[in-house]
């Protein structure tokens, strides 16, 4: 898995913001480090929607350090599109739909019981602007929210 103090894996991916752009991340760290990445299971399931929605509620938190939140999910990016929309997210979110990011970072977990398989495990990722993973969390229980002040400070300390 990947660590605190780990060179956090580089990717280029789909973003869905509205539209549909192409985000890599070591570009992404020139202008807008420190950047959270927040894998979440799915799009439009409840703890993944109130995660989103709780980070849209303090993005400004982050906005004030100059740093940026992206979500990151297994989801094509024409439904992460339709999600933001509906949640009103001001941020964006990558589409992971090959899994690749979920295979890098270490985070796949399956629903055996609703054969769903290789989606995200619920996890955070701070990554500074030299590329550094500052600050890692990842929980086994999908119902499990993240500590978002905890993320908050670690970001602060990236800024």
């Known amino acids: ?6 060179a956090a894996p580089d990717f280029t991916a789909p973003l869905a913001n509205g539209d549909v752009d192409s985000f890599t991340l070591s570009e992404r760290l ?7 990445l927040a894998f979440f299971p799915g799009a439009f399931t409840s703890v993944c ?11 400004s938190t982050f906005e004030d350090v100059d740093a940026a939140v992206y979500g990151v999910s297994r989801d094509s990016p024409f439904a992460l599109n339709e999600f933001r929309e509906q949640n009103d997210l001001e941020f964006g979110l990558v589409s992971d739909f090959n899994k690749d990011l979920i295979e890098d970072y270490d985070v796949e977990m399956d629903f055996d019981d609703l054969g769903v398989y290789g989606v995200a495990k619920r996890s955070v990722f701070v990554v500074d602007a030299d590329g550094e993973i500052t600050y890692a969390w990842v929980s086994d229980d999908p119902g ?3 500590e978002y002040a905890e993320v908050e400070d670690a970001v602060a300390d990236a800024a």
């Open 144 to 146: 499990v929210e993240p």
């Open 30 to 36: 020139e202008d807008e480090a420190p950047i959270v």
């Open 49 to 59: 929607t109130d995660e989103m929605c709780t980070f849209q509620a303090r993005l």
């Open 1 to 6: 898995m990947v660590e605190t103090g780990d």
